[in-house]
């Protein structure tokens, strides 16, 4: 066989693989109660300033640059959700079912099949979060005038793609191991809740905010003071200047921030509680970092954990015994 005909092999066996898999992912309820909760996470982002304006009773500001600075509005939980709706079966759903005997007995490298479920992900995440920026970037036009740096919305787009596919990646390594989609939907929903809670309590009560950079999540919470953010209609007391996640999931919004604000510097505080103190928690300054070293880190680390829990993932699929 030429190598021109095994190469047209290989990219068939992947299409249809990818195929395959599509479809798999379109059939699945799930999916589209993710995409609704969604919806409903990205209405709530956009409307969340008007509800308060009219608590308070204060007129709302425009914001021109509101879409460009939320992201896809989905948050840590968005991006969680979604990487365990595709991908928490995509391999051990194969087993449970019994349908990997014909899908590996086939002539297809088991190599071939990891790369088409992945690519099949990215597939399913690029429409889905797509439609999520486009509604975003309507909604936001409408409430808060004319938007600025739209522009930069596929960097938006595909950031969060990298943020979710760290998740996926975690998830998709149990399920591989373990062969039950209960077992990797588990693990996933107690490392998330479990960093979520003692990611709160390690950066803000703690002040130990360099820990959370290197697992996966929204990380610790810092604030530029060189650059303005819209406050909220509301009496919060908290630092001043934009709010930076410097986490795994806030890499599309801080590299939007850094195109915009090159220079910007981020400051992290640890927020202490005093016992009878009615004017609520003061915040003792710990430390400044600049942003691109920030997003400098964010990328390393979203890079390592997407190759090495793939690479697990790939491995016990290569190693899997099936039986014809």
Known sequence: MTK?????????????????????????????????????LV???????????????QPLSANPNFAADTGTGLGTFGFF????????????????????????????????VFLGKIFAAFVTLLAAYTVLLVYLALGSSVIYGPQNNLHLLPIVLFGSIASTFVWMSI????????????????????LWLGLAIVGAVVGAVLGQTWVLAYFPGSGAAGYAPNI????????????????VSTGTDGIATNLVTYIL???????????????????????????????????????????????????IAWLALKRAQVAE
């Open 228 to 243: 303005n953010s819209t406050p909220l209609p509301i009496n919060v007391t908290i630092p001043a200047g934009l709010q």
């Open 81 to 112: 959700l979604f990487a365990l709706v595709v991908v928490m079966n995509s391999i051990s759903g194969e087993f449970e079912s019994g349908t990997i005997v014909p899908l590996l007995t086939k002539p297809v490298s088991r190599t071939t």
């Open 171 to 190: 998830i998709l390594a149990v399920g591989a191991l373990s062969k039950s989609s209960m077992v990797a939907a588990l693990v996933g929903i107690g």
């Open 43 to 57: 209405t709530l982002t956009l409307f969340l300033r008007v509800i308060l304006s009219n608590i308070e009773n």
């Open 4 to 40: 021109k005909a095994t190469r047209s092999t290989l990219l068939s066996s992947f299409l249809a693989v990818v195929r395959y898999e599509l479809l798999w992912n379109i059939r699945k309820k799930k999916l589209y109660g993710v995409i609704t909760i969604a919806f409903v």
């Open 261 to 311: 604000h090159p220079s910007a510097e981020v400051n992290f505080y640890k927020m202490e509680f005093m016992i009878g103190s009615r004017g609520g928690p003061t915040y003792t300054f710990l430390n400044t970092e600049t942003l691109s070293s920030i997003i400098t880190r964010e990328s390393i680390t979203i890079a390592a954990y997407i190759l090495v829990f793939s690479f």
